[in-house]
Nanobody
Framework: QLQLVESGGGYVQPGGSLRLSCAVS????????IGWFRQAPGKEREGVSC????????DYADSVKGRFTISRDVAKNTVYLQMNSLKPEDTAVYYC????????????????????WGQGTQVTVSS
């Protein structure tokens, strides 16, 4: 059974950086597209970034482009989200989600296709 475990959240000042990790079990990353999502208090969960099964393509929400970078280590079966130049509005619980298989190997699935959520990790950006 697919399991996702997030880690790496914490408290950081504006302008700081954090790196989140999403450890994937039971399935190789070549079979699983991974997306990072976040949910702030009182708001709906939103897609932040995703990486395709091939690892060759990624997508980003406009609000994080140029600041966040998604990557993966196939040997560790782990996907990372490097977050730089953090802003208070980045404060949220960050989740990783997955799409098993699917029609596209080379491109990210749509945000609404993701499921199998991890438990989430809190990111707080504040001075």
């Amino acid at each position: 059974q697919l399991q996702l475990v997030e880690s790496g959240g914490g408290y950081v000042q504006p302008g700081g950086s954090l790196r989140l990790s999403c450890a994937v079990s039971e399935f190789t990353l070549y079979y699983v597209a991974i997306g990072w999502f976040r949910q702030a208090p009182g708001k709906e969960r939103e897609g932040v970034s995703c990486i395709s099964r091939s690892g060759s393509n990624s997508d980003y929400a406009d609000s994080v482009k140029g600041r966040f970078t998604i990557s993966r280590d196939v040997a560790k079966n782990t996907v990372y989200l490097q977050m730089n130049s953090l802003k208070p509005e980045d404060t949220a619980v960050y989740y990783c989600g997955a799409v098993l298989g699917g029609a596209s190997y080379y491109y990210c699935p749509g945000w609404t296709e993701f499921g199998s959520w991890g438990q989430g990790t809190q990111v707080t950006v504040s001075s």
